[in-house]
């Protein structure tokens, strides 16, 4: 639930963070909706997936020495700290960090492009919103590194807990592909993407409703499958409508 302003650290107590703070305390009931709605979706999700979840823990095993999951500690809401889980995609002690991973990172195992490919990885962080470090919609996490070159506007997005899927992670969902050919991977993502996905991260708080919530979730689904929704389509359908 969202706390009172006072409470709030004081890095987010600024006034860009303020506006977005008001829309979304007058959804206070709404934001008690999307808690409700993460706990029963992300505990059918569990147990629906719960065959894929045990495949992809034996193939991960079977391809390469080492754990099943890979955590690594990134920041929620009101900044604090906490270990994702994800399905190791990488080789076992492979140093990451705040290191982007570009498509073809030597690091990467044959079965870590699988679940890469089709976003298998991240469906275990259902367990991070079950017990409320993560939401199903919402900004995704960051790396305490790259948090600290948040400007006081982005701040806004950790008024909320990290999401699994957002627009900004739709559009940019082969945001490796782009990187892949920067001689720099992380100066670029500071500089060109982290900015473009933000615009559609606070967006998102502006416009807060579950019903945006819901249609965000189809669109996520429609990704995997393969429609395209890269920032120039979403410009060109945009343009259509005007």
Known sequence: MLCKWEELPVELQNPSVRPYYDRLDTHRKQLLLKRIFDICIS????????PIFLITAVAIKLDTPGPVFYRQERITQYGRVFKIFKFRSMVS????GANLTVNNDSRITKTGKFIRKFKIDELCQLLDVLVGNMTLVGTRPEVKEYVNEYTPEMMATLLLPAGITSKASIIYK????????????KSVYLREILPKKM??????????GITNEIKLLFMTVFAIL??????ENESERKTENV
Request: aromatic share 10%.
């Open 93 to 96: 002690g492979a140093k990451t």
């Open 199 to 208: 615009k559609y991260n606070l967006e998102g708080i502006a416009k807060f």
């Open 174 to 185: 082969n945001e490796s592909e782009l990187l892949q050919s920067a001689e720099d991977p």
């Open 226 to 231: 393969g429609k395209d929704y890269s920032e």
């Open 43 to 50: 505990l059918c999700g569990i147990i629906f997936l719960s």
